[in-house]
């Protein structure tokens, strides 16, 4: 809400508490595009002086994803201790069911095997990380997060194991019909 009250260029809290409910949500997605548009920028002016940064970018986001993911955990242990099991086996179905569903309905729209194949990984692996940072915008890390501290870890698990069978099963050059 302190990000939203600095866009307003000058308005007080108490102005903003009176705004219409759509209007803080316009606010608030041009916040969030703004912001965007801003770390892009920022990001793209740490390449040019930086080139070696994008070497680092795996590694960053890769403990951002581990440290969403133990906050989430620790947050909701009590939670994860009940439905744990359940949460992982639901996981793994809507994983699985993202790589079949992606690859196969790609390959009845007409699309070749290696766009299906990419298709299947760009609905199969959801953005877990995501779903953690939304869940903790909204104060529910414990409980809504969960679902993403037990996807995160399996879909990269499941994703590099699919990623090695198709390694290993390379695409044929298809004839033109």
Request: proline share 3%; no cysteine.
């Amino acid at each position: 809400m302190y990000a939203l009250v600095i866009l307003l260029w000058g308005y007080k809290y108490a102005e903003v508490k009176e705004a219409s409910h759509a209007a803080l949500q316009s606010l608030e997605l041009s916040g969030f595009l703004a912001s965007a548009v801003v770390a892009g920028v920022l990001y793209n002016m740490l390449y040019r002086a930086y080139p070696k940064v994008d070497q680092l970018m795996p590694f960053i986001s890769m403990f951002g994803i581990i440290y969403f993911t133990t906050v989430t955990t620790a947050a909701g242990r009590d939670n994860l201790m009940k439905v744990g099991l359940l949460l992982f086996i639901a996981s793994v179905i809507h994983n699985a069911a993202g790589y079949f569903f992606g690859y196969w309905l790609s390959r009845l729209f007409g699309l070749d095997k290696n766009s299906s194949r990419t298709i299947a990984f760009e609905v199969g692996l959801q953005n877990g990380g995501m779903a953690s940072g939304l869940a903790g915008s909204m104060g529910k890390l414990g409980t809504v997060g969960l679902a993403a501290a037990v996807f995160s870890p399996w879909m990269n698990i499941s994703g590099s194991i699919l990623a090695n069978y198709w390694r290993r099963k390379p695409v044929k050059p298809e004839e033109p019909k």
